[in-house]
């Protein structure tokens, strides 16, 4: 039997891997050597794989993706949406800190990355190429209030493509509000990696957007651990990106340790955004909480794969998923695939998904009071947003997703 | 104000109203009553411009336009209003953001200026008093965990405070204790003058004590088989709707 000819994905992955073995620095360190080898035994994935089953990154294929160079006082505009976000911010512009366009924060450094060892594809190719991210470690018991954490993809003819790895960490008792958005304009494939650590009861609320460009590709990963009593709440608005694909992976280590991860994903034309998420229960007496919810027109497709692994030792599991799905047009489409690996015999965990259109009666009572059909069809899409917003308590960053998901609305019904 | 003329109507090719023949003068209080199935609820939804009902004859005006060619917010915008039988509920939805938006759609294709948040929390207390609701009524989602009574009571509100020209209330009364029906009845009333009319649409007469009609109709089986004033629905509480019915066949 002849070898047959290298599949879309097999190119891509050569794309990557040379322009990896092109740039001597990045080849000088071992990490980054032993991701490109692992990368060049598993190549990036095919649906073939179970966890890309919904997810096709052919899309990206054949784009020739070039490193980024740093481009200072481009896409500044771009922070006028997030700019009702007070207090300091970290500016990255193409995976590059912009020292300009930023106002440090305390406990904060930025600069080349220390590495740990990843295993997926996506974040393979983070730990070869990311060469700057921001580092910020709340010392013990200190609330570390606000932090802005805004990407800046800038791209013109060229592809570009950027892997910023940023490391959080709060130190025991410690407290953080980080608002992440990845905002920009162009072709460009934006890929960060977020390492984090909750310590023992330390709080962090993690509140991201996703408003890349519509020609724009975005692979995140986030890797919390959460020690005892600690706290990881996040929640995660997709708006922009025509492939997106955010997962984030929980460890609750210690007891009583809590893990929300709540999404929304509004998706029109022919986007594609996908939340995977795998929160492994290894400590007992922890509660995981999953709310993802999806407005979905045109051809959209979303997709929510969300894991709970609870291991042998962690009794007193708590863990919860839902995914719920507006579609607005014939031919959107939502994907959903829960999964429990439950090794305990004493634990509580439910999912649930439920998918429907606007309610008949509901859209007729509105409008029956003098409200028009457009403006009711947008009441009653806040209205199932609701549960996902209205806790967030940071009122400048949920003005701030109120307003693009206004911006989305009027951008899908012209 | 209101003209039915010869309105025929139904439902998935099942015809409900066979030629119904109503008019409502400026400042005039109708009752249609009539036995279940006689096609009340059709009718107010067949007003109030519901997707699903088919008109196959007749014709409707509200001041001399053609309704049945409204969107129902443009007949909501003209000043029709109808108090549900079954109010919707709408969970993550304010009760205060949901009225001040509704008044203001209805002001602006009215061509009126825009109620701010405060003069409109002003004006929405009032009524809330008036009606004895609750003050958390406005915080609360729009009919979510009310009761029976409560939602009613909702419906009154808004009628109070979108001050429609014509008020359909579709069975309003059922499932209100005595003290409740007052109140709702106290609504209505304050708004009775020469530029109010309402159609009130009842299974039993108790309402009518506390809202006295200008006129009866009884709707049977799709079609207005009796008019009178007031005392017809006395004589229907007395003999019941069989006599009626019976009377008129």
Redo the contacts between chains.
């Keep these: 039997m002849s070898a047959s000819p290298p599949n879309a994905m097999q190119l891509a992955t050569t794309g990557f891997l040379a322009r990896f073995e092109g740039n001597s620095g990045l080849r000088a360190n071992p990490v980054r050597r032993r991701a490109a080898e692992t990368l060049r035994h598993v190549g990036l994935p095919t649906q073939r794989e179970e966890a890309w089953h919904f997810t096709s990154l052919r899309p990206l294929a054949g784009i020739a993706f070039q490193g980024a160079h740093a481009v200072h006082d481009h896409g500044h505009d771009l922070l006028a949406r997030v700019a009702g976000i007070g207090g300091p911010r970290i500016v990255f512009v193409n995976g590059r800190h912009d020292t300009a366009a930023s106002e440090m924060p305390d406990f904060t450094t930025v600069g080349e990355p220390a590495l740990d060892e990843t295993e997926d594809a996506v974040s393979l190719l983070n730990t070869m190429f990311a060469d700057d991210g921001a580092h910020i470690e709340i010392p013990p018991g200190v609330d570390g209030e606000t932090i802005l954490l805004a990407s800046l993809g800038v791209a013109g003819a060229e592809p570009v493509a950027f892997h910023p790895r940023h490391r959080v960490r709060l130190h025991p008792g410690a407290r953080l509000t980080l608002i992440d958005v990845s905002l920009g304009r162009g072709t460009y494939l934006n890929n960060p990696v977020f390492d984090i650590e909750v310590a023992e009861g330390a709080m962090l609320t993690h509140l991201r957007l996703q408003d890349d460009a519509t020609d724009a590709f975005h692979l995140s990963s986030v890797r919390a651990t959460i020690a005892s009593r600690g706290t990881y709440d996040s929640f995660a608005l997709t708006l922009g990106a025509r492939l997106a694909r955010m997962e984030v992976h929980a460890r609750l280590a210690g007891v009583h340790g809590a893990a929300h991860l709540n999404a929304a994903q509004l998706l029109g034309g022919i986007q594609h955004a996908d939340f995977t998420t795998v929160v492994a229960h290894d400590a007992p007496s922890c509660a995981s909480r999953q709310t993802v919810k999806n407005v979905l027109t045109g051809k959209s497709r979303g997709v929510f794969q969300g894991r709970i692994e609870v291991a042998r030792a962690a009794q007193k599991t708590d863990g919860y998923q839902m995914n719920q799905a507006l579609l607005l047009s014939p031919d959107a489409e939502i994907d959903s695939k829960p999964q429990l690996q439950i090794y305990a015999d004493d634990v509580k965990c439910s999912h649930g998904a439920t998918v429907g259109e606007l309610d008949?009666?509901?859209l007729?009572?509105?409008?029956?009071?003098?409200?028009?059909?457009p403006?009711?069809r947008a009441?009653?899409v806040?209205?199932?947003?609701?549960?996902a917003l209205d806790p967030i308590a940071h009122e400048d960053t949920r003005a701030v997703m109120e307003h693009a998901i206004d911006a989305w609305w009027k951008g899908h019904n012209p | 104000m209101l003209e039915i003329t010869n309105l025929r109507a139904g439902i998935e090719g099942k015809e409900i109203l066979k030629g119904v023949d109503l008019v409502v003068p400026q400042g005039e209080v109708h009752a249609i009553m009539g036995p279940n199935g006689s096609g009340k609820s059709t009718l107010s939804y067949v007003l109030s411009g519901r997707e699903g009902y088919e008109v196959t004859d007749g014709s409707v005006t509200f001041d001399g336009h053609d309704l049945l060619d409204m969107e129902p917010e443009q007949r909501a915008a003209a000043g029709l209003f109808l108090a549900f039988q079954y109010p919707v509920e709408l969970p993550g939805v304010g009760n205060a953001n949901f009225l001040r938006t509704a008044l203001n759609s209805i002001r602006r294709a009215r061509g009126e200026a825009e109620l701010d948040a405060v003069a409109f929390l002003k004006m929405a207390r009032t009524e809330i008093k008036r009606l004895a609701m609750a003050d958390d009524m406005l915080k609360r989602n729009v009919n979510v965990g009310f009761s029976g009574g409560e939602k009613k009571r909702n419906e009154v509100l808004q009628m109070a405070i979108l001050r429609p020209r014509l008020a359909i209330l579709d069975e309003t009364d059922s499932g209100l204790d005595i003290d409740a029906l007052k109140i709702v009845a106290d609504g209505v009333n304050a708004l009775r003058g020469p530029e109010f009319s309402a159609l009130i649409i009842t299974h039993y007469q108790r309402l009518l004590d506390h809202i006295v009609p200008d006129r009866v109709h009884v709707l049977s089986a799709g079609r207005i088989i009796r008019s009178g004033g007031p005392e017809l629905a006395h004589e229907l509480e007395a003999h019941g709707y069989a006599g009626v019915v019976n009377e008129a066949a």
């Design positions: 008949a009666d509901q007729f009572y509105l409008r029956s009071r003098g409200i028009a059909e403006a009711a009441i009653l806040r209205a199932f947003l609701a549960e």
